[in-house]
């Protein structure tokens, strides 16, 4: 069979020079850990912290209007409760007070009898 020349002879190619670390000068770098930053760069940073703080307060504060304004939501209709419950009894006074067997007994008692001729009922 013949060869296809997938390998080659490397022993036919010239070694790379290897320095010793004593015989060469050894190059130090040094590698920054910061990254630096242009101005824009900056600026948007402080523009962004800027605005964050600026929505973070605007949360908050509406955070306590809106507990504000549920308290007095809450106060308005405790409020509205009771006077709904005064209503309710006034109510109810104006009828006993308008009742006809309490007019009977007032009128009784001040001497005057009722005459069905001459009584004419309203309503509103």
Not at 1 to 26: F, H
Not at 28 to 51: D, M, N, P, Q, T
Request: aromatic share 2%.
């Amino acid at each position: 069979m013949a060869q296809n020349n997938l390998a080659r002879n490397l022993t036919d190619q010239p070694q790379p020079y290897v320095s010793r670390p004593d015989q060469a000068q050894v190059k130090r770098v040094s590698i920054s850990k910061a990254l630096k930053l242009s101005s824009f760069e900056k600026l948007l940073i402080v523009c962004g912290s800027a605005v964050l703080t600026v929505l973070m307060l605007v949360v908050v504060s509406s955070k306590i209007a809106l507990s504000n304004s549920q308290h007095e939501l809450q106060h308005l209709d405790n409020q509205i409760v009771t006077v709904r419950t005064s209503n309710t009894n006034l109510k109810q006074q104006i009828g006993e007070l308008q009742s006809s067997t309490r007019l009977d007994k007032i009128a009784h008692k001040s001497g005057m009898s009722l005459l069905n001729a001459n009584i004419r009922n309203v309503t509103k």
